[in-house]
């Protein structure tokens, strides 16, 4: 066996294609830490508009990041809610055990959207040194 074919056998499951200051593209870094799950990580530079280029829209329709791929099955998935759904059911980890504790947690995604998303992403801004906020705050 060569090299090459060595290390395709050995690759995380997971590619994680984003960037950094990207939120939705962190939810899913952090399912997949808090899951155990080793993945990689490709940038995609925003800001040289990698994101619009015809070969990662092809495998992101909506020329967004996260794009998560998984080598297992060739699935390209997008949209980082749907991301941790799937991460939920194929891992088994975090989705719920019965269908209670699975609407639950879908409650807070689609809340996290509108009520955590924003501040939390700001706060992370502050933090990371990319965004102002007075003292107080912090
Ligand atoms: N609803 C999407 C939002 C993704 C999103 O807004 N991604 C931003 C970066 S944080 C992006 O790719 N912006 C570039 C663009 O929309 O052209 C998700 O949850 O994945």
Known sequence: MTA???DALSAPRFLLHGIWLS???????????????AFDFELVNLRE??????????RQRYGQVP???????????????SILEY???????????????????????????DRFAVPIYRCRGVKLGFRQAPEPVF
């Open 4 to 6: 090459v074919a060595a």
């Open 23 to 37: 939120g939705p593209t962190y939810k899913v870094a952090l399912f997949l830490s808090l899951a155990g799950e």
């Open 49 to 58: 508009g990698a994101h619009k280029a015809p070969a990662y829209v092809a």
């Open 67 to 81: 794009l998560l791929e998984d080598r297992s099955n060739g699935r390209a998935l997008c949209q980082a809610a």
């Open 87 to 113: 991460l939920a059911d194929v891992t088994g980890k975090m989705g719920g055990a019965s269908l209670d504790e699975r609407i639950r947690a879908r409650e807070w995604m689609f809340w996290d959207y």
